[in-house]
């Protein structure tokens, strides 16, 4: 069996908290092939972001356990001495990180950060790496990198440290890159720049992307495939139409939701999908969603309150996490997507490009449960 660029194989991460053990990822598979991108999504608290630590190696293992097998390229990463996955960060994987000081040191400066992070990788002078240092800032859309490498993290602004955190990532053309809300604190137009950047690296090296992010349009504009977590679980992975013309677990129809249609007020209220994320600590016995899922009746045997579905091929890029028939799913998604009259996107989006007709800055799933979609609302057209 040829392996991909990055496999991901039942991957666990549990911190032991003075509440009980939180299982933050429960068994995580997926892989992504270089020059692909795959889209991460789920809601607040689902794992994504530990995941993209577990598999950076930034995982403290003297504070939780990991387990599972992470390869980059068939070299295996969970049972690796810490050194060496160190040493294959910033050359070979690099990651965006959610929260922009978390990677910047305070100390130094805008040029010295990046010029060292060059220096660790490439045999180059040091004014060499400094001229990289200040070519990435301009890339990232930084007026003024002259000036600018000469600052200190808290001299800058919020987005502008998101922008050199993203030079940080890219300066070394890594061949596998992680970003963790890449553009969330960014302007329209410069998430729109970043989003290019990254693609024209991603042609130009043929890097693996692992894109995490709320936004449902920037998911449609860039990735191949999309892994929905919930709950530290994959319920439901497949290639961007799947996910977005074919979807078959609750839980996706839900988050599928929170997008707008273009064709009534924009004013619409966004219905959250009822109920709370599960607490980590106690997950439930059956399915995860279970608590919030309306149609848990249409099983029979309360299979959902005892038996843990597994994630179950459909085709073989498409899997799912659920207990409903396979008949059953595709009528529920039949009647949904009548009441929705079309499709979820409303005013006929390519199918091509998912969601290419409703780019909008409304286009997110909420972090906060209580803004995302009522499973209730929709799900979508099948394009064929
Ligand atoms: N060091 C830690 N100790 C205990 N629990 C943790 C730790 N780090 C993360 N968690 C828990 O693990 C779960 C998953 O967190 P994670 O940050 O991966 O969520 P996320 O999907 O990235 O959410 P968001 O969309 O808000 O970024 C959360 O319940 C979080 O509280
Ligand atoms: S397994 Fe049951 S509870 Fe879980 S999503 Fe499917 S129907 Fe709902
Ligand atoms: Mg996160």
Redesign the pocket.
Known sequence: MTQAFLDVRDLRVQ?P?EDGL?N?VDGVDFSVEKGKTLAIV??????????SQAIMGLINRK??KMTGEVYLEGEELVGARPEQVRSLRGKRMAMIF?DPLSSLHPFYTIGKQLAEAVLVHQKVSKSEAYGQARDMLARVGIPNPERRIKDYPHNLSGGMRQRVMIAMALLNSPELLIAD?PTTALDVTVQAQILDLLRSLQAEFGTAIVLIT?DLGVVADMADDVVV?YG?RVVERGSVQDIYYRPEMPYTWGLLGSVPRMDVDRGERLQPIPGQPPS?IRLPKGCVFRPRCPYHELVPGNRCDTDRPDLEPITPEHAVRCHLEPAQRREIAAERLTARGGNVAGGGADPDNPTSTRRTEDSTLR?DPASTASPATTTQEDPK
């Not at 789920?42 to 972001?49: I, L, P, T």
Request: aromatic share 4%.
């Open positions: 911190f908290t939180v933050a789920g809601e607040s608290g689902s794992g994504k972001s530990v995941t504070s939780a959610q809300e709320h977590m530290g980590l972090t």
